[in-house]
């Protein structure tokens, strides 16, 4: 568990997920504080107070769908270098099955004598 979050935070998508975390709870933390009911009045401390709140569930938002739609891309990313790796490895089969049969067919050629073989 501790691997994926640390390969989360090294991703790119990860650190921008945190940052926009960070300035959401500042964001929220701002409202909470009630600063803006001491510069403003109190209809247009409201309205800064909505739009700070909608601002940051919506970085809140934005962050949970970077680090889903990252790691979706990770799981891709492996899945192909798997079947990649996997058609390397029937490509080297077939080929290793050519030079088995001819090292067979050589073998036989060199270890039996002429009068024993077929043909």
Excluded: H, W
């Amino acid at each position: 568990m501790l691997k994926k979050v640390r390969n989360l935070l090294n991703s790119i998508a990860g650190r921008v997920g945190c940052v926009l975390a960070v300035i959401s709870i500042m964001i929220i933390m701002m409202v909470c504080s009630n600063v803006s009911a001491e510069f403003f009045t109190e209809d247009m401390a409201e309205n800064i107070n909505n739009i700070l709140i909608g601002i940051a569930t919506n970085l809140i938002g934005i962050a949970i769908t970077v680090t889903i739609i990252q790691s979706i891309l990770d799981k891709q990313d492996k899945k192909k270098a798997y079947l990649e790796e996997k058609d390397k490895i029937l490509i080297y089969d077939i080929i290793m099955q050519v030079l088995i049969q001819r090292y067979f067919m050589f073998l036989y050629a060199v270890i039996t004598p002429l009068e024993k073989r077929g043909g």
